[in-house]
């Protein structure tokens, strides 16, 4: 807080002039101011120079006052997009994230990456506040990039990701691909962890030694062509990926006596997607999209345990689908006021087994057999109007109505109908200062996956399920303040209230066990602080510090003691502190990351879970020998961070509070290197 202060005070003593020339930037690389003033900057690659960018990922790294959001992975299109843009386009994938997809774009074929503060006339801001915009040069790009990759751990394992990419792009005309894989593992990879089960009665305490091994294989396939087509261009796109994930745990009792217990988990998931969209000119002024989305996938996973006398099998196989038809129209009506329409339909569905068994013998935790379907229809419309050069004002809704059906157990049919406004007021009272002003009605989206009855067999607990489970509602309120200083400098403090209805938590259910239900209303209000400083006035050429901080307040009624706490998984405080710096002659640069330490709870019926993650240090070092070759080496968990888990385990219900037994777990994880070299071929 006391760095922002300063950060804040050094902000109020520059002029606003300062925030169109940045001292420590060419000329050219300054915003105008207005630019600024109509919400989008421009930096050109003039403005990285220092840097020296392989990527758009490293030019978007660096921009002052943003932090990249891969959006939400819930169902549908229009409300599931990240903060980030090609020209001027959402990529049509759900599939992939957007670091990936920036990955792939080379830093030579950018022609400039506009940041987009509050809303612009003809701008989809995907109901983000702050938008970032990479435009790719029309001249003839032709790039072809191998990237060998690998892990490097403390016992001599080596985790390679080797990843070939091609891509040619001439105008509206364009053609990629890569291919990709990997063999790791991950953090459930441990030596030396610790087990120790306390009993308030009296109960001799129980220690025991922990050792864990897993292993990650995945393989990416993906390719996309575009077009130029009657009135305008279309574009195809697809990928195929398998994912399997293979783990073992072992416990070593030693005291009171020995003793041993085993635990196992494997995933195999295949995934597919096919996207395809139509983008034409109208009019003069009026531009139509249609978007065509499908996903398909099949899990099986498994999960076992063993102990003297007891052998448990869990096992689950998900088969899922998700199809989108998209249309959108904009109209720009003028320089100051846009309009935009759109609707969406789309089918989801999840057709899933289980089966649970002890000893050989099936046990019932739930329906064997569930099938969840949606049809889902959106209407939406919005006008961005810029009321005069300071303010502008965005206004809109969604209508959403749906079906869900479910079979096998439970056979239940339910429609729901969810309108969704949306106001959001920018104004720019000088050409260094921002205030953003957000009032939306927001709509959770359901997990198929709360459907269906599961077992944690690693920790001994069972999820039931709940069909008459409905989406979290929420009324947010946010208030939000930047200040751009030093040409490439920013803070902003963010204020977000929101006033839940049928919050999502764990509850208990009458038919036995609990699930995520529905548990009551709830409120949440979270503080953040961001902040970009240069730090070329501060003595250090080259450098940039990067930081967020952000405090978070929840309030629900427990449906177990009937008592205010926070909601099941938050974590009242984040933070995370980025310093990098690039040397003198372009070919050096280094970086230090840390990540503050962070705690989260769940409340089930007879149990509280509490996670908690040590401070986390990582540090880089880049050398750029030549254009088209960069060379990275980054030391992560420098400070063998442990993750610990604190179980609270009642007998019956946490409202008798008797306490049955308290187990607590630590992880300690080890330094591990990642070694990354990028190579432009040809």
């Known amino acids: 807080m006391s760095l922002a202060s300063v950060i804040f005070a050094l902000g109020l003593a520059s002029p606003e002039s300062q925030a169109a020339t940045p001292q420590d930037a060419t000329p050219e690389a300054a915003a105008p101011a207005a630019e600024a003033q109509r919400g989008v900057i421009s930096y050109p690659p003039s403005f990285f120079a220092e840097q020296r960018p392989s990527t758009a990922l490293d030019m978007i790294a660096r921009l002052p006052g943003f932090r990249l959001d891969g959006g939400d992975s819930a169902r549908g299109f229009a409300g599931t997009a990240g903060n980030v843009l090609v ?34 006339p003809g701008i989809d801001m995907q109901g983000q506040t702050i938008l970032a915009n990479v435009v790719i040069k029309s001249t003839v790009q032709v790039e072809k990039v191998a990237n060998l990759q690998t892990y490097l751990y403390p016992d001599g394992l080596f985790g390679p990701l080797l990843e070939f990419q091609a891509s040619r792009r001439d105008g509206v005309n364009e053609i990629e691909g890569s291919v990709k894989g990997t063999i790791d593992r991950t953090d459930q ?49 697809g990928k195929i990926e398998y994912f399997s994930f293979d783990r073992d745990v072992t416990y070593t009792q030693y005291e009171p006596g020995p003793g041993r217990q085993d635990s196992g988990e494997t995933d195999e998931n295949w995934t597919g997607e096919f996207g395809a969209r139509y983008d034409r000119k109208i009019g003069p ?21 063993s102990a003297a006398g ?88 969604r209508m959403e109505v749906s079906r869900i059906t479910q079979s096998g157990g439970v056979d239940l049919e339910r429609s729901f109908f969810y309108p969704k406004p949306r106001v959001l007021v920018t104004w720019n009272p000088t050409g260094a200062d921002q205030l953003r002003v957000r009032v939306e009605r927001e709509v959770g989206q359901l997990d198929f996956g709360d459907f269906i009855a599961s077992a944690d067999l690693t920790a001994g607990s069972q999820d039931s399920a709940d069909a008459n489970l409905e989406p979290q509602r929420s009324w947010v309120g946010e208030v939000a303040w930047e200040r751009r200083f030093w040409g490439a400098g920013s803070i902003s403090a963010t204020l977000t209230h929101s006033e839940i209805s049928d919050v999502v938590d764990y509850k208990p259910l009458p038919t036995g066990g609990d699930a995520p239900s529905n548990i009551g209303d709830g409120r949440s209000d979270q503080f953040v602080i961001a902040m970009t ?19 978070f307040d929840s309030e629900v009624t427990d449906p177990v003691t009937l008592e205010k706490r926070r909601i099941t998984g938050a974590t009242p405080f984040v933070c995370d502190l980025r310093f990098t710096r690039d040397m003198p002659g372009g070919k050096w640069s280094w970086g230090v990351v840390t990540f ?13 879970r509490t996670n908690r993650q040590e401070q986390y240090f990582e540090g880089f070092v880049e050398w750029k020998p030549s254009s088209d070759l960069t060379v990275r080496t980054t030391l992560s968990n420098w400070s063998s961070r442990n993750v610990t888990r604190e179980r609270t385990i009642y007998k019956g219900s946490r409202a008798d509070n008797v306490v049955d037994k308290i187990e607590y777990r630590s992880l300690p994880f080890e330094p591990y290197l990642f070694i990354q070299v990028r190579k432009r071929l040809g």
């Open 596 to 608: 503050c330490p962070t705690e989260n709870s769940r409340f089930r019926f007879n149990e509280v």
């Open 87 to 120: 020209n001027g386009e959402r990529p049509t994938t759900k599939s992939e994230n957007l670091e990936d997809i920036l990955k792939r774009i080379s830093a030579s074929a950018v022609e400039r990456v506009e940041l987009i503060r509050g809303g612009a």
């Open 285 to 305: 002024r009026t531009d139509l999209q249609l978007v065509f989305l499908q996903n398909l996938g099949d899990e099986t996973y498994g999960s076992t345990f």
């Open 310 to 397: 007891r052998a448990e099998v869990y096992r689950e196989r998900d088969k899922t689908g998700e199809s989108i038809l998209r249309g959108e129209l904009k109209q720009r009506r003028s320089q100051t006021l846009s309009l935009e329409g759109s609707l969406e339909g789309a089918y989801n569905f999840l057709d899933g087994n289980i089966g649970y068994t002890v000893n050989g013998a099936p046990v019932d935790i739930g329906p064997p057999h569930v099938k969840v379907e949606e049809l889902r229809g959106e209407a939406a419309g919005k006008a961005v109007w810029r009321a005069n050069p300071k303010l502008t004002v965005e206004a809109g809704a």
């Open 533 to 551: 400083v240069p730090t070329q006035k501060l003595g250090i050429s080259g450098g940039q510090i990067k930081g967020r901080l952000s405090w």
């Open 189 to 237: 990879t441990f030596d030396g962890g610790s087990r120790v089960t306390s009993f308030p009665d009296g109960r001799p305490t129980i220690k025991e030694a922990l050792k864990g091994y897993d292993q990650i294989q995945n393989y990416v396939a993906r390719g996309a062509v575009q077009r130029a087509a009657p009135g305008g261009k279309i574009r195809v796109n």
